[in-house]
Every structure is written in C-alpha cells, then in structure tokens.
C-alpha cells in the first residue's frame, strides 16, 4: 500500500514496494501481514536486530532521565561511550568525536587530516577507485565512483584515486610527499562488498609509515562487529590512525563516531556536532557493545557470516552467481552478468526474504548479529529460487 503523504518525501530513494510497521528480532511484518526475514537490516544498522529488550531499556531508560544537552555539557553516557570505543578500538591514545551519522564521521575525518597535513604541509588525500564514503560534499568528493560525483562537480579537489590492492600505484601516488592521509575502507560496501586483502592493507599501513601519512578507516559499514570483530581492519593485524564508525554503532538510532589519535584530535573551535553523542544514541550503543561482547556475537557473526556465504553458493544454480565476496554479516553477491538485481531482490521479497544492492549487480546481505544459523538454510534457498526464477 503507498502511504496518503508518501508523495510529500523527497524521492532521494528508489524504494521497494513494501510498507514496514513492525519488528521484533530479525523478522518484519509488512501493512498487509507479511512476515519476512530482514537481510536488510536498516542497510547494516540494526546490530541487535529489531527490539532487543536490552537496547529498548536502555533507550527508555535515557528518554526518561535528560533530554539533549548539546555538547556545551558532559553527560555520563557519552563519556562512557568514548571510554569503551577508546579500549576496545586498537587506536592508539585514542579521542573520539560523535556526531550522527555515517557521512558526518567521514567529514569528520577528512576535515581532521586536512588540518593535520596542511599544518605540515601534505594537502592530499589518497583514496580508492570504487570506494563509497557517503553523500556529504568532502566525503562525495572522496568517492571513487564518478557516476555518483558528476551532477556536483566540481568538488573539493584535496583527492587522489589509486586502484584498490595495487600497492605500486599506492607508492607512486605517496612519492610527492604531500599526501596527509590514505583513506579507505577494508571492505568496499557500495563497491559491491569487496573486502581488500589483508597483505595489501599491511603495505598501505607500511607505506603510510614511510611517508609520514596517517592511515585512516571508514568502518562506517564494516566496523562495529559488522565483519566478526570489532574493526574489518584488524583481521590484517593493522592499527589505523583513525577510524569512522555509524550504522552498527547505534543499533538503529542515529549515532557516529570518529576515534582518532590524541595528538591528530580537534580542538576547541574546530568541529562541532549539536546532536552528536546525546544521551539517548549513547545509551542505546552502550547496550548495543555490551550485547555484543556478553553474547559473544563477534564469533557468531564470524561462523554464521560465512555458513551464510557457502550455502548460498552451493545451492545457486550453475553459473548464476559470479563471486561470493565479505566478511561475517556483510556479505555480497555478483550475479553473473546480465542478471537483474532487481528482479532477484523482488524473487526474494517474494519469498519473504528482504536484501538490497551494492554496487553493479551485485545483492547484499546486512542481517543483524543475532540472526540465527537455522535461518540460514530458508535465505540461501529463497537466494537459488529466486536466481533460477530470473533466468528462465
């Protein structure tokens, strides 16, 4: 059914035929009574899945003792927040900055690492061909897709693309010794989750060493337990300057956060956020990590991620899916070409299984961490009738 004020959003989505009203763990029910399993997530948000009683007490639980302070005053779940995210995190002295959202964390950073390199005079930026750091104007100008850059162009020009795993271009790009930063996220998402391989992002972390540039993450996607540990970076036992973080973060609220370095952090008059890090979003990602760690959900993500990732690869149809890409819960499927992506994700709506894209013809699965390993068989089944489907 499409909603009376429907026609008054903004159509900055194409958006599937589906009205959701209700949600309770990793199932969703639709206007009309449909049930379906949620491989979408809120596009990788909702870590805990749908009302989690832990993360709705603790929400409930800060609506009713302050409202937003701005950040003119302390409050002890931001500061709480901060300190967990600084010890779990394997950057080093670290300072965090919360602001709401995944492309505000990237500005953040570029912002950040432009004021660092011009102060030693390293205006550049490297980041990676096919890479994706949100809609804001630095962080569109720093993603390596032209297509989503041309209608705003030009952009600031602080960017340098390389190709993603090819250290010499890497090299080559670092040699003038004007690059502050390399930028990248371990796990292209828009790019059609495609995880870089860990021996490169170890020559990115050398190379940034021998150039004097900071490394930094967008684990907007990735991070938070996303990939089966609390950075998709750290599988490569790489320690990054600084880190963007949203979506998982939250569990379903609104809530970013840039951890960097303290002697790369703002100061007074640099950066400012009136929303970021309120009560109510730190209390609800406080709940969402202590979930995690108590219920030992990394792990869970890890081992069901890629029973995930075999099973639908070995019920496919011959030849219908390309590559298996991804790590834990984000994980990314190339159909062969001439595929529709479309025409799959509605076999699958069809099936009571929601997913979405990620980059060219590629599906995606964003499941929350506790989604069960019994479920796995319904999604990789729905996944092979619905590819044999579009191909007849």
């Given amino acids: ?27 969703v029910w639709d206007d009309e009574g449909r049930e379906y399993l949620d491989l979408v997530g809120g596009l990788g948000s909702l870590s805990l899945g749908h009302a989690h009683p832990r993360w709705v007490a603790a929400v409930e639980g800060a609506a009713r003792g302050i409202g937003l302070t701005s950040n003119l005053f302390a409050t002890p779940p931001q500061a709480e927040l901060a300190e967990r995210l600084a010890s779990l995190l394997p950057v080093p002295d670290a300072r965090v900055f919360f602001c709401n959202s995944g492309a505000e ?42 297509e989503k850059r041309a209608a705003f162009e030009p952009l600031v020009d602080w960017f340098r693309f390389v190709p993603p795993g090819d250290a010499e271009a890497l090299a080559e790009a670092l040699a003038p010794g004007d690059v502050a930063a390399v930028f990248l996220e371990p796990v292209l998402g828009e790019g059609g989750v495609v995880p870089l391989d860990d021996t490169y992002l170890r020559e990115v972390r050398g190379l940034c060493d021998e150039h004097d540039a900071l490394f930094a993450v967008d684990e907007v996607q990735s991070g938070t337990g996303r990939c089966g540990d609390w950075l998709a ?49 730190c209390a609800a990602a406080l ?31 011959a030849g219908a ?12 499927f190339q159909l062969a070409d ?35 390993a019994e479920n ?13 489907e579009v191909a007849t």
Avoid at 299 to 314: F, K, M, Q
Avoid at 376 to 388: N, Q, R
Wanted: proline fraction near 7%; aromatic fraction near 6%.
């Fill in 287 to 317: 709940a969402v990590l202590a979930t995690i760690e108590e219920e030992d959900l990394l792990a869970h993500v890890a081992s069901t991620g890629r029973l995930l990732r075999d099973e639908v690869a070995r019920l496919a149809p």
């Fill in 1 to 27: 059914m499409i909603l009376p004020g429907e026609s008054w959003v903004m159509p900055t989505y194409a958006r599937f035929p589906v009205t959701l009203v209700r949600g309770e763990g990793v199932r």
């Fill in 321 to 332: 899916i390309e590559e298996v890409r991804g790590r834990g819960f984000l994980c990314g």
């Fill in 233 to 281: 970076v750290s599988a490569a036992g790489v320690v990054p300057d600084l880190v963007a973080l949203a979506k998982a973060l939250g569990g379903g609220l609104p809530i970013g956060a840039l951890v960097a370095r303290a002697d790369v952090s703002f100061v007074p008059g640099d950066h400012a956020s009136t929303f970021g890090g309120g009560p109510v979003p």
């Fill in 338 to 372: 001439g595929a529709s992506v479309g025409a799959v994700l509605a076999g699958l709506r069809s099936r009571g299984v929601l997913a979405s894209s990620a980059g060219a013809g590629a599906v995606r699965f964003t499941p929350p961490f506790v989604f069960p």
């Fill in 105 to 146: 964390a990237n500005e953040a950073a570029l912002k950040l690492i432009r004021k660092h390199g011009l102060a030693r005079g390293k205006p550049a930026i490297v980041v990676l061909e096919g890479s994706f750091h949100g809609r804001t104007v630095a962080a569109l100008a720093a993603t390596g897709q032209p």
């Fill in 376 to 388: 796995v068989d319904v999604v990789a089944k729905a996944f092979a009738e619905s590819l044999a």
